[in-house]
């Protein structure tokens, strides 16, 4: 895991972004796993804007949403389908067909959750997936409790999801407690994870995730077992953390490392 710990919300999108730029680079067909939340907002705020600059062109690019409420139509102002479409999909220059997202009210849900899997297989897998945290450390919606082994499925959510939420939501309008998720195993199978976290609320979730041991009753941590995720922070979120001066002290050496190896190898 490399833990990068920033001053503050945009620079951590910043970090992000500059990610997600290199491997478009190399990669202009990539594939995005994007998750909802406010978290994200920032990222894709940056994306859209390299793209209206024209310096990006996401007309090969290809995304996946990570979840959805169940219950809710595509068309619902509060679908994640909605969201994702006005934060990002929408203002930039990416192919419908492009667009793949879990339905909110699919006919057969086992057979949407499978084809959604085998849609993700058939590109290749996903490039790189952006998630944010819960403050009970779940990713997507795999609430805590969630089987690592876990695929695309329905999933309960829990009440503090449902409270955390509620302000998306008009007054006297229920969220619905019900959700499609990628998996936890679907989302370990993503190239390159970028979890990124900010604000007070997130410092417990963040600490566990990272120093604390591999559990199930905190979701998050399964990243420990990833070999390219990238946890990307502000200092508030890392405030609980103890080993931050080693996880600066190995982020401001990574241009070392990079010239060291090369010079190994040349010598
Ligand atoms: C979003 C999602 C969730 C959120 C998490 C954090 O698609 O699945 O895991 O990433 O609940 O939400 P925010 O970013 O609103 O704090």
Partial sequence: MEIIIKNDYDEICTEAYHIIYQKWQQKNNMVLGCATGRTP??????????????????????????????GLKETH??????????????????????????????????????????????????????????????????????????????????KETIKANKHYFRDGEEVPRYCLTMGIGTIMEAKTILLLAFGKNKEDAVVNSIEGPVTASVPASVLQLHPDVKIILDQEAASRLKRKDYYHWVYNKKKGIERYTKKLKSS
């Fill in 77 to 158: 102002p509060q679908s994640f389908a909605t969201y994702m479409n006005k934060h990002f999909y929408q203002q930039i220059n990416i192919k419908k067909e492009n667009i793949h997202g879990l339905k909110g009210m699919p006919e057969d849900i086992d057979e949407h959750c499978w084809v959604y899997e085998s849609l993700i297989k058939s590109v290749g897998g996903i490039d790189i997936q952006i998630l944010g945290i819960g403050s009970n450390g779940h990713i997507g919606f795999n609430e805590p409790s969630s089987s690592f082994a876990s695929r695309t499925r329905v999933k309960t959510l829990t």
């Fill in 41 to 70: 907002l920032g990222v894709y705020a940056k994306l859209i804007d390299s793209n209206k600059k024209g310096k990006i062109n996401f007309s090969e690019l290809k995304v996946f949403s990570l979840d959805e409420y169940l």
